[in-house]
């Protein structure tokens, strides 16, 4: 009798192990019949909004499901706008390079100003005749004002919108070749406060120098392209020790130093050199070994250049990545100089400007407001 019932209990023991390993593999291959398109949509989501405007378009053809989940979290940001300086009257235009279409806005606030820089869709404007400095957002008609500056062939930047406590109102002008003056401002101050810094290296100070805020510092791109930076934190002054990117000889041609451009995109600081018909040529700055390495592609990235401020944007539509859109508009208003890296051609073509012959103050990029529907 005992041997008997250990081998039912040894049968069944059998069986249930079988009817286990039944079930894994009736599991193993339903996982194996599933595929990609059979995950959820939320996870669909997760991973979709990580990726690039170009990877999620590529991901979108891959099946119904995949597009639906693409589309829900597609993201394509707006291009700049180049707003123009009327030599009289209120009436300011506004290119969109993206749509290829003009607006006009009235703005009697500005009357008598002139633009000295723009970040976060705020103007930076200064008054010759009474040297009054303020902030002014076009799109809201917001005003904030600064204390009274008298601004001579200077340039200024600022860190960031003015309603961040973090916003800080620069400029630099040379003393002697050895010595600079900076001066800061903020919103709420009463005052400027102005500094002498001594130059390890010369740097002179004009018009067409270039300033851009990274990172907690100001780097300066003086005429001759030295490099000084200022940090808002210790507020300390350096030029640095590293030789102006490297062009070829006929860059130096007249007006070289009215061609060229600064910008900062994601902690990286860019310089655009331009020469009449030469195609332009980038340069990224390596900090940490102190060189300038020349830029083949933008990886998709599109950069807005003008004079007295230049933008970058990624996840633009179509044929405006990886290009270059200067601050001049040919053929009536209705096409951008652009010159793209991935054909290695300006548009329109044979379409390149001498810098020289332009305003500085004629016009610059500007932000556009997300809901377009309150002013046009």
């Known amino acids: 009798m005992g041997g008997r019932k250990r081998r039912k209990v040894k ?185 002498n810094y001594q130059n390890r290296l010369p740097f002179v100070s004009s018009i067409w120098n270039k300033i851009v805020c990274c990172n907690g510092f100001f780097f300066c791109l003086s005429l001759t392209g030295w490099l000084g930076v200022f940090d808002l934190l210790d507020r300390t002054w350096n030029v640095l020790s590293l030789p102006p990117p490297k062009c070829p000889e006929n860059f130096f041609e007249k007006n070289w130093w009215k061609g060229k451009f600064m910008l900062e995109h994601n902690g990286d600081i860019l310089v655009i050199y331009t020469c009449s018909s030469e195609c332009p040529i980038i340069f990224k700055l390596h900090r940490s070994n102190m060189f300038w390495q020349e830029m083949k592609t933008l990886d998709g990235m599109t950069l807005f250049a003008s004079f007295l401020s230049s933008h970058s944007r990624t996840d633009l539509p179509g044929m405006m990545r990886n290009s270059v859109y200067f601050s001049k508009v040919r053929f009536f208003g209705k096409r951008c100089i652009s010159y793209s890296l991935d054909d290695c051609r300006y548009y329109p073509r044979k379409q390149c400007h001498d810098w020289g012959e332009q305003d500085p103050f004629e016009n610059i990029w500007i932000e556009p407001p997300e809901d377009l529907s309150s002013f046009i």
């Not at 990609?36 to 990877?55: A, G």
């Not at 001579?152 to 010595?179: D, G, K, L, M, W």
């Open 11 to 195: 049968l069944l023991s059998a069986r249930v192990a079988d009817d286990k390993r039944r079930t894994r593999m009736k599991k193993k291959a339903m996982l194996e019949m599933q595929t990609w398109s059979d995950l959820p949509l939320e996870l669909l989501h997760l991973i979709f909004i990580r990726l690039s405007l170009e990877d999620n378009i590529r991901s979108s053809i891959a099946c119904k499901r995949w597009n639906t989940a693409a589309i829900s979290v597609r993201v394509v940001n707006q291009s700049p706008w180049l707003m123009y300086f009327p030599k009289f009257g209120n009436m300011y235009e506004l290119y969109d390079p993206a749509q290829r279409k003009t607006y006009s806005l009235e703005l009697p606030e500005l009357y008598g100003s002139r633009v000295c820089y723009t970040k976060d869709g705020w103007l930076l404007l200064y008054r010759p005749r009474t040297n009054r400095v303020f902030f002014f957002n076009p799109f809201s008609r917001e005003v904030v004002k600064l204390p009274r500056f008298e601004l001579t062939y200077q340039i200024v930047a600022f860190s960031c919108a003015p309603a961040f406590n973090t916003c800080v109102v620069f400029t630099v002008r040379h003393i002697s070749p050895t010595i600079v003056a900076i001066s800061t401002c903020h919103p709420g101050a009463t005052e400027w406060v102005t500094v």
